[in-house]
Nanobody, 116 residues
């Protein structure tokens, strides 16, 4: 059974930092991993991604503030979030792409709240 478990969300003041983690388990080979976020009443939006080879990509809104990384041995992806803003408040979902077929697995989400 495939499972992605996120951790690290919470409440932080504007300008602060949080580090999200997402560990994948189950019998599948992973290609790209990454993060989306979804604010109340809005669509899920892309945040960042990282390939199995370490190539990264970021949404313009987080470039320079967030850093994505992964540990392939631990099948874990991280999102270091610095200089947080109130508009970063959202539920953050990690995902993992199956390496062979077009399947995207999702975590359950972790809430990030940034107070002003």
């Amino acid at each position: 059974q495939v499972q992605l478990v996120e951790s690290g969300g919470g409440l932080v003041q504007a300008g602060g930092s949080l580090r999200l983690s997402c560990a994948a388990s189950g019998s599948f080979s992973i290609n790209t991993m990454g993060w989306y976020h979804q604010a109340p009443g809005k669509q899920r939006e892309y945040v960042a991604s990282i390939t199995s080879g370490g190539s990264t990509n970021y949404a313009e809104s987080v470039t320079g503030r967030f850093t994505i990384s992964r540990d392939n041995a631990k099948r874990t992806v991280y999102l270091q979030m610095n200089s947080l803003k109130p508009e970063d408040t959202s539920v953050y979902y990690c995902y993992a792409d199956h390496i062979a077929v077009s399947i995207k697995y999702w975590g359950q989400g972790t809430r990030v709240t940034v107070s002003s």
